[in-house]
């Protein structure tokens, strides 16, 4: 997510901006910069990389001033560049922002202000069509307040909005509808950031700006607000947090953070991909019918977690568009001199985007002339540079190195893929087409509420953490997740954890299976449930202690397993997008019991940069 930061009083602004971006670094970004107003101008520097490249770049500029705007970026529309990066101006610079969220109808607003105003633009991002529409309004009104009123009431989609005028150097108007705002107050000075520790180092006391409300921010007054214009008084908001838990929105890790991250990460990758009419409109991927005919097979490549989104995307592609699918871990892949042509679609998944195994799987797949898909959540990574097409993930920075919300947003992904293949090529009709979709768009809130019972997950916890083995079985899409829920438990608890197909488990493994030893079974699929519970079964006659996950409706279950875990109803086919919940806090709370490093696990790297 973007950071932002807005300063007013008697102190020196640039280096309080500076400070306050230093505090959202964990959010993630590729960029940053500072917009500071003084005698009658405004003065922007702006960087790609880290606020360190900013601060030094400033540093060398004599300005300084009392009131200012800065931004680190976390990009959605237009790769990492200094002229991407916020803050953006109009034309003559009488007029900076920032800006946190998407504009959706950015294109439209673009052609309107070149055709109808002339406007030139300087950046490949949403962003800097605020300022010109604000710059628009701002010469006909000759007022900030006014010019950001006009120019919200054209602009549709998610936005955190805080602006600055060369011409009103004592205040900052700022705006905010679906993205995070919050308003600060100081002794003779104000704040407005994007979240509480930007903040927390000067001020306390808070105002929480609610959707579709205005603040007006001079340096002893804040002005609220709502949508019809008129003032709003508020409550102050007492921060009680320290810097780190504030970090954390409270959590103790951000990997817990992440896991809660998840319904929202769902509905932002859903929402971005589905027109007004419900069909899907996969943005900046042009695979048409005659590609997707062309196609006779699909290699679907990763490492770790992306690898298990692929395992579960297979079943998907196949069952949806018909396209034989092959699944394999990079590592594998670029030494096995894979067979490939030009009619085999590569897709590889990468939450970092910079996997060196994943990346040279790429290279070694376009070498032989496959199309090059990429799903990935780092915008202009070198892994997306380096596709034909790429399919961003919408889950924000993932910043705990066991990933969670980055898999479940990648699994959407894997589902939209399938679903407009097989309804393109026209063998996959459009009720049953329709019927997934929906169940898709339900599963934020199906998500959302799974997620409100973790106590009982706790409690069970609280009986396991002390095990030094597990077993993770699953049959179908089933036995893809279980292979993630085994990695997180492992990689963060370090309890010796493996997964297996559960139709393996006779081949050999089963001889492991002893008194106590735990085993989670999935068993969401229908038509797989009956042999999955021969499965328990077995482990059961060897004294295992079996948790069971379940839908809701197969309460049968509860006869087998010692303990189960329900997910709420849906699909068979995505099951996968509620069933890891479960099993990413099982694997959070023995590891937190264990009191592991959770968002830093010993060995472990986010971004696996080495071979
Ligand atoms: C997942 O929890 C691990 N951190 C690891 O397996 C990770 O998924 C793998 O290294 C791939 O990373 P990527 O998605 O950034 O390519």
Not at 63 to 85: K, L
Not at 275 to 304: H, M, P, R
Not at 452 to 475: D, H, M, T, V
Request: hydrophobic residues 40%; contains cysteine.
């Amino acid at each position: 997510m973007c950071g932002i930061v807005g300063y007013i009083g008697d102190g020196n602004a640039r280096k309080i901006i500076l400070d306050g971006l230093k505090r959202l670094e964990y959010r993630g970004y590729d960029s940053s910069g500072v917009a500071i107003v003084k005698n009658g101008r405004i003065v922007v520097e702006k960087t790609v990389g880290r606020i360190a490249n900013l601060e030094e770049k400033i540093i060398s500029l004599p300005f300084d001033g009392n009131v200012g705007i800065g931004h680190t970026r976390w990009a959605t529309h237009g790769a990492p560049s200094d002229a991407n990066a916020h803050p953006h101006m109009n034309g003559d610079g009488s007029i900076a922002v920032v800006h946190n969220g998407i504009i959706e109808n950015y294109v439209e607003l673009q052609e309107w202000l070149r055709e109808k105003h002339g406007v030139v633009f300087k950046s490949e991002t949403d962003s800097e069509v605020i300022a010109h529409l604000i710059g628009v309004f701002y010469k006909d009104k000759g007022s900030l307040l006014e010019a950001v009123y006009q120019a919200v009431s054209m602009m549709r989609g998610a936005y955190a909005v805080c602006a600055v005028a060369a011409a009103e150097p004592d205040k900052i108007v700022a705006v905010r509808k679906d993205t995070p705002l919050i308003a600060g107050i100081g002794e003779d000075c104000n704040f407005l950031a994007s979240d509480i520790p930007a903040l927390l180092k000067y001020v306390k006391k808070i105002y929480l700006i609610e959707n579709n409300e205005t603040v007006m921010v001079e340096k002893n007054r804040i002005t609220i607000f709502d949508e019809g214009r008129k003032r709003v008084r508020r409550d102050v908001f007492n921060v009680t947090w320290n810097a780190d838990a504030a970090e954390k929105d409270g959590y103790d890790h951000f990997m817990h953070k992440e896991i809660h991250e998840q319904p929202k990460g769902i509905f932002e990758t859903l929402r971005r991909r589905l027109d007004e009419n419900g069909l899907i409109c996969l943005d900046g991927i042009s695979l048409t019918k005659e590609d997707l005919f062309g196609i006779n097979k699909i290699y679907l490549v990763a490492c770790g977690t992306a690898y298990h989104a692929g395992l579960v995307g297979k079943y998907a592609i196949e069952k949806f568009a018909g396209i034989p699918v092959e699944t394999d871990i990079a590592s594998e892949f670029r030494y096995r001199d894979p067979f490939v042509d030009d009619r085999t679609l590569f897709i590889c998944v990468s939450q970092s985007g910079e996997t060196l195994d994943t990346m040279a799987a790429l290279r070694e797949a376009k070498r032989k002339g496959a199309r090059i898909l990429s799903v990935v959540n780092v915008v202009g990574s070198s892994i997306a540079r380096e596709s034909d097409d790429v399919f961003y993930t919408w889950a924000g920075p993932e910043i705990a190195v066991a990933s969670t919300k980055a898999y479940t947003t990648q699994l959407v992904c894997m589902y939209l893929l399938a679903l407009y293949m097989g309804y393109t090529k026209g063998v996959l009709p459009e009720g049953e087409y329709r019927r997934i979709i929906e169940e898709l768009r339900e599963t934020p809130e199906k998500l959302e509420k799974f997620l409100e019972n973790e106590g009982s997950i706790l409690k069970l916890a609280k009986k396991l953490y002390k095990k030094e083995q597990a077993f993770f079985i699953g049959r179908g899409p089933d036995c893809g997740v279980s292979y993630e829920g085994s990695l997180k438990l492992k990689e963060i608890s370090y309890i010796n954890s493996f997964a297996i197909a559960a139709g393996e488990l006779k081949h050999g493994t089963i001889a492991l299976i002893e008194e106590g030893s735990l085993v989670v079974a999935l068993a969401t699929q229908d038509r797989l449930f009956k042999k999955m519970l021969s499965n328990i079964q077995e482990v059961k006659a060897r004294g295992a202690y079996v948790i069971g996950i379940a839908k809701e409706s197969n309460h049968e279950i509860e006869q087998h397993a010692d303990y189960v875990i329900y997910i709420p109803e849906t699909a068979d086919e995505v099951t996968p997008l509620l069933a890891v919940a479960p099993l990413q806090l099982l694997a959070y709370h023995i590891a937190k019991l264990r009191g592991c490093d959770i968002d830093k696990p010993k060995n472990l790297a986010k971004s696996v940069t080495v071979e």
